[in-house]
């Protein structure tokens, strides 16, 4: 039997159909408890119930008994429209109000006026009481905001008749205050309207400000004006309950006391001394009391924005008095003290948040006192790229900062810096020694991430090196001192590196190593000013960076991390550079030509082949044995101006990547390339003898080549034709090659292309892929030699629009086909692919 529909659609509509019941039982059950609610209540009957509507089940027309039980319709007259009414009501009354008093004032007589804006305003303000007993109370809000325009356009007609040799803004700050008196009586005394209250605070925001400003009034009273404004907010805030009123009271807290505060800073800063910027530091305090009397009631982000308002405050205004004693930069030095004593704050009784602004204080004062320093550091780490322009021109007149290109800074200015920058690295440093016991002590003022005490100690590590490096520039020290001071602190930051790498710190290692490496470059240029600076720097590096190396491979390193073997493999490469800069200033010393020390430079690639072979060095083997290949291709660049001396140095590179080749690890790479390397000497060797028939060089080389070759493929048939006949091949045909291609006669090309075509047709004949690849390469170049001019020839005699027709045509074709070209092409390639 089946089942129609099958079994598990019939199950789902099921339950679709119980679940639509459900929903309408439901609504059912809520439609009677209506019904029974109006039956038993007098009056007038009360509006139904919201509630959803269901649509008929897919397929099924609606019951005819639906409607009776659906939710009755929405009021025609919405409360959205009614406040729109409202609100278009109140603008126009307000606009009408407008122009009465300024347009058609002057028609009227004394008492006329006063009638008619009294009646009107007692009128506006007396309706909202009314409309609120009989539950209008958007009318109310509508009338209440006309009587509020009304009571401000009676301000100014009193101005105009009552008192017109008033100034205006005496004026304008007493009406703001008895406005701001009378609307919050009436907002207080209507206490259900919400508009009142938020105007008396707006209103209270200008009274203050418009007598000093009317008084003509210094920008200190104008600061005090505002402050005290933010602590009238301050208060309102705390007290009242109203949200509109809070909201109001915060912004004009957050906008009277930001401009107080900052008028008093710029106050304080261009103060002439100590006593000028006592009054705006007393602003200052006054402002911190300010912003911690808020913190301790607001939410917690708020507070937190208040706390490092009040202690940012706070160091201004003690910083301000300091700093303005102090003149050269120092008294960035006064303002970081005064950061860092902010930290005891956090065991203040105040609230959580309030502490923790009070930490994010300090270390803003902290970070703007590191950020003052950047500039002189910036300078000593770039200015001794200049040596590159004067190398070995000899010791700098001007010392150290001449040796950096910074004689023209004003170095009075920022004598402070590496007092700063060492200054904070203490602070970091004592934190990161001592971390559990700054957590213990901060209590739950701060909530230390898992990251932050490596950043301490990363931080501290950095700006320790900063300030110590930027040190001997801001105390205008020799030459020679400051390329002293840079290198020891070069070794000294890698031994922390090392330290911290072989205890597992991998954080404040690392950092200590980027910022040595850093270093390490920074004193290796400024040595390149004298001769003698070079090869003391340079061999010192060498010794730090290999000294490095081998610590970092010791077995008392418990776990090679890879951050440790990453540290480790870059210090031995250094290591190598350092040697191969030695070796080439070695070369310069003895002023041979540039081809005449490249092979000086060898040396290197040959003792990192060495070392490559040495057992304990394995772990940066590859690393420094590139490093060492680079060198030799730096050599042979050296060496492209003289034949001899190339060939003399790829020779030498060939016998280095042959003893590289005796590690069976390294031998499929060395192998070939040493191979590579002698061929090329030979024939760049014959070129500079020139010889104009190398065959009779490269035959005696080619034959017995070819002659192992077999004997190695009679013995192993399956071994690479490459391997037995590739080199042996090659060494007589592409010098060949290329001595056809300059040779003018006929002979030579008709010979090797003969030669060519033999050597093709035997790969093919012999499934041979060396002798099919290296024999057709040649063949086709030398045709291509041979027929080069007749076609220059052709093209030249023919009209100029047959290569763009035949060029086409060649792309009609071949798009035609192109399937099957592909075909073709995979096909020689699996050819090819099965050659030996």
């Not at 060939?654 to 070939?672: D, I």
């Amino acid at each position: 039997m089946e089942h129609v529909p099958p079994p598990a659609e019939e199950l789902a509509l099921l339950d679709r159909e119980l679940a639509r019941l459900d929903q309408r039982r439901s609504q059912l059950l809520t439609r009677r408890v209506w019904l029974v609610s109006v039956l038993q209540a007098p009056g007038p009957l009360p509006a139904a119930p919201p509630g959803p509507s269901f649509p008929p089940p897919p397929g099924r027309a609606s019951s005819p008994f639906t409607p009776p039980f659906a939710p009755a319709a929405p009021p025609a007259r919405s409360r959205s429209a009614q406040n729109v009414l409202l609100t278009l009501g109140g603008l126009l009354l307000t606009i009408a109000a407008l122009a009465f008093t300024l347009v058609s004032w002057g028609h009227m007589g004394i008492g006329g006026r006063s009638a008619v804006l009294t009646a009107v305003t007692a009128g506006a303000l007396a309706a909202p009481a009314a409309l609120l007993r009989r539950g209008l109370s958007a009318t109310a809000e509508s009338l209440a905001a006309l009587a509020s325009v009304l009571m401000v356009l009676d301000a100014y007609a009193l101005h105009r008749v009552a008192v017109p040799e008033t100034g205006g803004l005496g004026y304008a700050a007493t009406a703001s205050a008895v406005l701001a008196v009378l609307w919050a009586a009436y907002g207080l005394l209507l206490g259900r309207l919400r508009l009142p209250l938020p105007l008396a605070v707006l209103s209270a925001q200008l009274p203050l400000v418009l007598w000093a400003w009317a008084e003509g009034a210094g920008p200190l009273v104008f600061s005090g004006a505002l402050l005290a404004t933010a602590a009238l907010d301050c208060a309102i805030a705390v007290r009242f309950k109203g949200v509109a009123v809070r909201i109001t009271a915060c912004a004009g807290l957050a906008v009277t006391g930001a401009a107080g505060l900052l008028v008093a800073l710029a106050q304080s800063l261009s103060a002439g001394g100590p006593a000028g910027a006592v009054a705006p530091g007393a602003l200052l305090l006054a402002g911190a009391v300010i912003a911690l009397t808020g913190a301790r009631w607001a939410p917690a982000g708020f507070a937190v924005a208040g706390g490092t308002v009040a202690g940012l405050a706070a160091v201004a205004a003690v910083g301000g008095v300091l700093g303005a004693g102090l003149s050269g930069g120092w008294d960035v030095v006064g303002y970081l003290l005064c950061g860092v004593a902010l930290l005891p704050g956090v065991r203040a009784p105040l609230a959580r948040p309030a502490r923790q602004g009070l930490v994010w204080a300090s270390g803003l004062v902290t970070a703007g006192s590191v950020l003052f320093s950047v500039t002189p550091v910036a300078v000593v780490l770039v200015g001794p790229v200049t040596q590159l322009g004067r190398m070995w021109a000899g010791t700098p007149r001007g010392g150290a900062r001449e040796a950096v290109g910074a004689t023209g800074l004003p170095w009075s200015q920022m004598a402070a810096a590496p007092v700063v920058l060492l200054l904070v690295a203490a602070a970091l440093g004592a934190v990161y020694r001592s971390w559990e016991g700054v957590v213990r002590w901060a209590g739950s003022a701060i909530g230390p991430g898992p990251t932050w005490r490596g950043s301490a100690g990363a931080g501290a590590v950095v700006l320790g090196w900063a300030g110590l490096t930027v040190l001997p520039a801001a105390l205008d020290l020799s030459y020679a001192a400051a390329v002293a001071v840079q290198l020891t602190l070069v070794a000294a930051v890698f031994a922390l590196s090392v330290y911290g790498l072989r205890r597992g710190l991998t954080g404040a290692a690392l950092t200590a190593g980027v910022i040595g490496a850093a270093g390490a470059v920074g004193v290796a240029l400024l040595s390149l000013g004298t001769e003698p600076a070079t090869y003391a720097v340079f061999g010192v590096l060498l010794l730090v960076f290999a000294g490095a190396a081998a610590a970092l491979d010791a077995p008392v390193v418990a776990s090679r991390t890879p951050a440790l073997v990453a540290v480790q493999a870059v210090a031995a490469c250094a290591a190598v550079v350092c040697a191969a800069v030695t070796a080439g200033a070695l070369g310069a010393s003895l002023e041979l030509a540039v081809y005449e020390a490249a092979p000086l430079l060898l040396a290197v690639p040959a003792v990192t082949v060495l070392l490559g072979a040495w057992p304990k060095g394995r772990s940066v083997a590859l690393p420094v044995e590139l490093t060492g290949a680079a060198a030799g291709l730096v050599a042979v660049g050296m060496a492209l101006g003289d034949g001899r001396f190339l060939a003399l140095v790829l020779a030498l590179c060939g016998v280095l990547a042959a003893g590289t080749a005796l590690r069976a690890e390294r031998r499929p790479v060395a192998g070939y390339l040493a191979t590579a390397l002698f061929v090329l000497a030979a024939w760049v060797r014959l070129s500079a003898a020139g010889v104009s028939s190398p065959e009779a060089y490269t035959l005696p080389v080619t034959v017995p080549a070819l002659v192992i070759g077999a004997l190695r493929r009679r013995r192993d048939p399956e071994a690479s034709s490459w391997t037995a006949y590739g080199a042996g091949l090659a060494a007589t045909l592409v010098p060949s090659l290329l001595a056809a291609w300059a040779d003018p006669h006929w002979l030579r090309p008709l010979l090797l292309g003969a030669a060519a075509l033999v050597i093709t047709l035997l790969g093919a004949r012999m499934g041979l892929q060396a002798l099919l690849v290296l024999g057709g390469a040649v063949l086709a170049l030398d045709a291509v030699h041979e027929l080069a001019p007749y076609v220059v020839q052709v093209v030249g005699a023919m009209p100029r629009w047959v290569a763009p027709a035949l060029a086409g045509v060649l792309l009609l074709a071949v798009g035609a086909t192109y399937e099957k070209r592909l075909r073709d092409a995979r096909r020689l390639r699996d050819a090819l692919g099965r050659m030996r």
